[in-house]
């Protein structure tokens, strides 16, 4: 059960915050997709013909190119902090705070309210890649038209990076359900997805610190698998199963828990 009268209020309160992190991500997008030249390629792998990096350079393609960079750094790091940030606002902040309280003191039961939270917070993060990947699509058409590529693909890394937000979120959302200080609530629910993050990254740059990969969830994101077409959706079927069980214990835990009121 949802209640309409405060996810209206949730939507109003995280409004503001939630257009500035979508422009930017779709912004970025749009600006990377513009900045891809073909030619750039073609002149680089001239250059490196005869040497070892010719076959990786044969393999770089505008998707290649895209997943290595959006995919890997600003679009996973701007919706983590606003992930980070929204999660710790609709629950622990507001036990923080007191607000909490005026919410219990209405006949809104506990499970209506940190249900509507939760679903707030999904959609928010729907929306947000739903518009980021018409606005993908469409700079594709504006400043890639001749470039050969699969809209299928693109579309496959854009559902792929909901899923691991929609885990990353619920890890956040779940610490917010759990701690009554928002202090508490960030220091886990914000330094888990950021650490899965840089482990993330620091395992593809250096490869003697690739055993990292294994202790993050994003390394389930893997846009490699998705390029080449396969053994990617038992990653994503994971991605979702840790969003909903997290997302099912975070609403148990806070019916359950003893507050401050």
Not at 237 to 259: N, Q, R
Request: charged share 10%; proline share 2%.
């Amino acid at each position: 059960m949802l209640s309409g009268t405060i996810f209206k209020q949730t939507l109003r309160s995280n409004l503001k915050l939630w257009l500035i992190f979508t422009f930017i991500l779709c912004a970025l997008n749009a600006v990377l997709v513009a900045v891809f030249d073909n030619s750039t390629i073609n002149s680089m792998t001239e250059m490196v013909k005869g040497t070892p990096l010719e076959g990786m350079m044969k393999k770089t393609t505008f998707l290649g190119m895209l997943a290595q960079t959006f995919y890997t750094l600003h679009g996973v790091l701007i919706p983590i902090i606003f992930i980070v940030m929204t999660a710790n606002s609709l629950v622990a902040n507001q036990v923080d705070r007191g607000s909490m309280a005026y919410l219990l003191s209405t006949p809104t039961k506990r499970s209506t309210i940190i249900m509507t939270q939760a679903v707030y917070l999904v959609v928010a993060i729907l929306v947000m890649f739903t518009i980021e990947t018409v606005v993908g699509v469409a700079a594709i058409h504006i400043f890639q038209g001749d470039t050969e590529l699969s809209l299928n693909d693109y579309v496959w890394l854009n559902v792929g990076l909901f899923l691991l937000m929609f885990a990353l979120s619920s890890i956040s959302f779940f610490f917010s359900c759990v701690f009554n200080l928002s202090k508490n609530s960030l220091a886990l629910g914000a330094g888990i997805p950021l650490a899965f993050f840089l482990f993330q990254l620091i395992s593809s740059v250096d490869s003697s610190l690739e055993n990292l990969k294994y202790i993050t969830i994003n390394a389930l994101f893997d846009t490699n698998a998705i390029l080449d077409g396969e053994g990617y959706v038992w990653r994503f079927m994971i991605l979702a199963a840790i969003g909903l069980v997290l997302y099912g214990a975070s609403i148990k835990v806070f019916k359950e828990k003893d507050l401050p009121l």
